[in-house]
């Protein structure tokens, strides 16, 4: 299964059903699943701990670390998506609820290029 192929309805019951299998849905309530999301940030951000930003290119050449990354990043995105189940949220809704509402709090011509708070700027291109 791949990003492009995907979608987080398929995601959600993948997560759902492995929980299922092993009874672990009287273990994964908001307040379980919520401290889960931060726990796994967390070991996430451990592989970023004392890096200087200039030097993050590198670690995508690094298969070993990337790999130990990307198993990070599944974690947080699986008990997201649990979180999610268990709460009744829609994913794909929350986030376009949330991306209209930032892009009223910070529109494009005023903020361009800046970061709060400092308002320092970046002199690079905005992705597409």
Same mark, same amino acid.
């Given at each position: ?22 009874? /672990? ?6 307040k ?6 931060a ?5 996430l951000?451990?592989?970023?701990? /004392? ?21 990070e ?6 008990y ?41 700027? /970046? ?6």
């Amino acid at each position: 299964m791949e990003d492009k192929t995907a979608n987080i309805e398929q995601l959600k019951k993948m997560v759902d059903d492995f929980i299922a299998a092993r009874q /672990w849905h009287q273990f994964h309530d908001a307040k379980n699943l919520s401290a889960s999301i931060a726990i796994e940030a967390a070991e996430l951000m451990e592989h970023f701990q /004392w890096v200087h930003s200039d030097a993050i290119d590198s670690i995508k050449t690094d298969t070993k670390q990337m790999a130990e990354i990307t198993e990070e990043v599944a974690d947080v995105f699986a008990y997201l998506l649990s979180f999610a189940s268990a709460m009744d949220i829609d994913l794909a809704q929350a986030l376009s609820d949330k991306m209209a509402k930032n892009s009223e709090k910070y529109p494009v011509g005023r903020d361009y290029g800046t970061f709060k708070p400092t308002g320092k700027r /970046w002199t690079g291109t905005p992705r597409e």
